[in-house]
């Protein structure tokens, strides 16, 4: 098993930068895909951004695409989430998942069975 816990989120304004932290515990790292999600208040979770494990591959849900980037550290066992052009409606709680089923990003919730905590993220206009 693998354990995660997010860290780096706040409250900025729109067209701010935040860097999200998913530090991992636990079995090696570089086993898992790892991805971010997020959840605004009354909507479901749904796929932000996705890493293979070597970090050669990522993928990105269309929202967020040439704003945010997905990035991993295996020797540190930390993957990040660079947020710029941070806009109102990116306000959720953004949690990182990990799954070692499958080789591919994946973006289907249910798909990973490791998830941390989540931090929240505000974003004032």
């Known amino acids: 098993q693998v354990q995660l816990v997010e860290s780096g989120g706040g409250l900025v304004q729109a067209g701010g930068s935040l860097r999200l932290s998913c530090a991992a515990a636990?079995?090696?790292?570089?086993?898992?895909?790892m991805a971010w999600f997020r959840q605004a208040p009354g909507k479901e979770r749904e796929f932000v951004a996705g890493i293979s494990r070597s970090g050669g591959s990522t993928y990105y849900a269309d929202f967020v695409k040439g704003r945010f980037t997905i990035s991993r550290d295996n020797a540190k066992n930390t993957g990040y989430l660079q947020m710029n052009s941070l806009k109102p409606e990116d306000t959720a709680v953004y949690y990182c998942?990990?799954?070692?089923?499958?080789?591919?990003?994946?973006?289907?919730?249910?798909?990973?069975?490791?998830w941390g905590q989540g931090t929240q993220v505000t974003i004032s206009s």
């Open positions: 636990g079995r090696t790292f570089s086993n898992y895909v």
């Open positions: 998942a990990a799954q070692d089923l499958w080789r591919s990003i994946v973006v289907v919730t249910t798909m990973y069975a490791y």
